[in-house]
């Protein structure tokens, strides 16, 4: 049974930082694109981010400059380093593949910034 789970949000000023931990279980994850999403109140989940198995990254144009996404395959880990954090960026952020697999959806951890 495959399980991700997300860590590492919190409440934090504009201008501010967070780093976002994704763990995996009970999938070969160093083969698969990792991403991370994010879903505002009253909004779409939204791709912040994306990480190959080989590193290569791509991010939406929000974001572009001010995160990095990053994985560490014999962790089975997927990171999201947040800086510069804009009341904007509030959302419950999930990872999970890219394309996403329905079943994987975590609970998500919420990010809330601060004006």
């Known amino acids: 049974q495959v399980q991700l789970v997300e860590s590492g949000g919190g409440l934090v000023q504009s201008g501010g930082s967070l780093r976002l931990s994704c763990a995996a279980s009970?999938?070969?994850?160093?083969?698969?694109?990792m991403a991370w999403y994010r879903q505002a109140p009253g909004k779409q989940r939204e791709l912040v981010a994306s990480?190959?198995?080989?590193?290569?990254?791509i991010y939406v144009d929000s974001v572009k400059g001010r995160f990095t996404i990053s994985r560490d395959n014999p962790k089975n880990t997927v990171y999201l380093q947040m800086n510069s954090l804009k009341p904007e960026d509030t959302a419950v952020y999930y990872c999970?593949?890219?394309?996403?697999?329905?079943?994987?959806w975590g609970q998500g951890t919420q990010v809330t910034v601060s004006s």
């Open positions: 009970g999938t070969v994850f160093s083969v698969y694109v």
């Open positions: 999970n593949r890219r394309p996403p697999v329905f079943d994987y």
């Open positions: 990480v190959t198995s080989g590193g290569s990254t």
